[in-house]
């Protein structure tokens, strides 16, 4: 549910603007909202299943996406639909997690590789059909199926989980549970999320922007303090003594930002400016997907003969060509003109990725001992959700000001009236579903639809520049921290 969740929604995001009539930072926050709470309660949600019982917080948190996507697929306005996103991250929290721990509590060590692997598989498939099914949902005015296809799976899953599945807890697990820290990651990366997404629309100055930025740093800056004091931190921060770990998690967090910014902004610019179907769009990712159920694990056991370091550097390296290549792409002749255009830089994208994805895991993995296993995994798929979290954010902040700007200047020369160019940039919020403003002769109209297309293109070439530095910053990140072989830190008292 979560995978198919976060894969198919991206590409009906046009039909749920269209319908839901949602600005561009009501669009950002239709991803975020997720995102947000995703980044800030995963760590608990491992915390209260190791505590309460794995299958218990397992089966509360499906609930809990259950009645979210419920919602999601029924809302009448954005901002209802942005509540349900949240409730449904507090879900996805509590369920995530769940899903290894329980496999790993059930199975021993002559079957638990296999029973991994299987769930990797389900989870390799459903990130390949999540586009395309999304995509074709969403041709056939049916968006809010991507929600609703979560209900039979979820009350199938809870039946299973009640009958099949025993209760499971780690006897070992903190007594306590750091919830002060969860509830400050939360208003910290909130508050951020909120200020960045409204400075287009309020500007720097407002004091409303100010306050929620100088909120959100205040907060992430006490969990800092909470999180170094506490005595059962969710974040052990002594844990980033260890150069590769701190490197990975570096590498993580540039190379995520840039995977979740860039995948939103690709697939709002083959259906808004390129004239893809939102079907597709989907089928246009397929080889992304692909070559990472191909290469995963021929990558994964290089790592483990040769060590992470070189993949780390090199598929980070792989992945900002395939952003560079993506940023030269201008205003094409729609799908015919695909394998030309976007497939290369997919192709390139998705071997980076494929490079990347296993060797990430064994430098996280392998940078601490074996009893942190866990608590690397969480901190890990933290870091990687706050990236995306955090990029969304401000790169699309970043995007709706370029927006605004390059249709105001493609429109400068049209003759239009004043009135006519005010309601265009009024209506730039909207991004690449901008519409023509009344009032205009069909001339003018046709010159309108293609200046809002073309500035959409200069934001996604923005977007994609800034993709392509965070993914080579990623890679300068493995350069520096990550060594060569897996690096054990020496188990000691102060971690």
């Not at 954005?78 to 059930?106: D, H, M």
Request: hydrophobic letters at 55%; aromatic letters at 8%; proline letters at 5%.
């Amino acid at each position: 549910m979560a995978f198919i969740d976060s894969s198919a929604l991206n590409v009906a995001l046009p039909s749920l603007q269209a319908e839901l009539q949602a600005s561009g930072a009501q669009l950002l926050w239709v991803v975020n909202a997720y995102m947000l709470m995703l980044a800030a309660l995963i760590l608990v949600g491992g915390s209260l299943g190791d505590k309460l019982g794995r299958k218990k917080i397992f089966m509360l948190g499906i609930g809990l996406f259950l009645l979210a996507s419920l919602a999601c697929g029924l809302v009448p306005t954005v901002a209802i639909l942005i509540g349900a996103r949240v409730v449904q991250g507090v879900g996805g929290a509590l369920l995530i997690p769940g899903s290894l721990a329980i496999i790993s509590a059930s199975f021993g060590d002559e079957r638990r590789g296999r029973a991994i692997g299987t769930w990797s598989a389900a989870t390799t498939l459903v990130t390949i059909v999540g586009p395309v099914l999304g995509g074709f949902l969403a041709d056939a005015g049916l968006w809010r199926g991507i929600f609703l296809i979560n209900i039979p799976l979820g009350v199938v899953a809870l039946v299973v989980l009640f009958f099949k599945v025993p209760e499971s807890r780690n006897q070992q697990a903190a007594p306590e549970i750091d919830y002060v820290g969860a509830a400050l990651a939360s208003l910290g990366l909130a508050g951020l999320t909120y200020g960045f997404i409204s400075v287009p629309r309020l500007g720097f100055g407002a004091p409303l922007v100010l306050g929620a930025l100088l909120g959100g740093v205040i907060a992430l800056v006490a969990f800092v303090v909470v999180e170094v004091r506490s005595r059962h931190p969710m974040m052990p921060l002594q844990l980033f003594r260890s150069r590769t770990f701190s490197g990975a998690n570096l590498l993580t967090l540039f190379l995520y930002a840039g995977l979740s910014v860039g995948l939103f902004f690709l697939s709002l610019n083959l259906v808004q400016a390129q004239s893809y179907s939102q079907s597709l769009a989907g089928l246009a990712f397929t080889p992304f997907a692909v070559l990472i159920a191909l290469l995963s694990r021929l990558t994964g056991g290089l790592a483990d003969r040769y060590g992470p370091r070189l993949p780390l550097i090199v598929g980070p390296g792989l992945a900002g060509l395939g952003f560079l290549l993506f940023a030269l792409v201008g205003l094409t002749a729609g799908p015919a003109s695909y394998w030309t255009t976007f497939f290369p830089g997919i192709v390139i994208f998705g071997i980076g990725m494929a490079v990347t994805v296993a060797p990430l895991t064994t430098a996280v993995m392998g940078a601490l001992p074996g009893h942190y296993a866990g608590t690397a995994s969480g901190i890990n798929n933290a870091v990687s959700r706050t990236a995306g979290v955090l990029a969304i954010a401000i790169v699309g902040a970043l995007a709706l000001f370029v927006f605004a700007s390059a249709l105001d200047a493609r429109t400068a020369t049209l003759g239009l009236p004043a009135s006519v160019r005010a309601a265009l940039q009024a209506d730039s919020a909207r991004l690449g579903a901008a519409r023509v403003p009344a009032g205009v002769t069909p001339a003018q109209s046709d010159a309108i639809r293609l200046a809002i297309r073309l500035a959409f293109v200069d934001a996604y070439r923005v977007v994609m520049l800034v993709c392509a530095g965070l993914a080579w910053l990623g890679a300068a990140m493995a350069a520096v921290f990550v060594r060569g072989a897996r690096a054990i830190i020496a188990p000691s008292t102060s971690i």
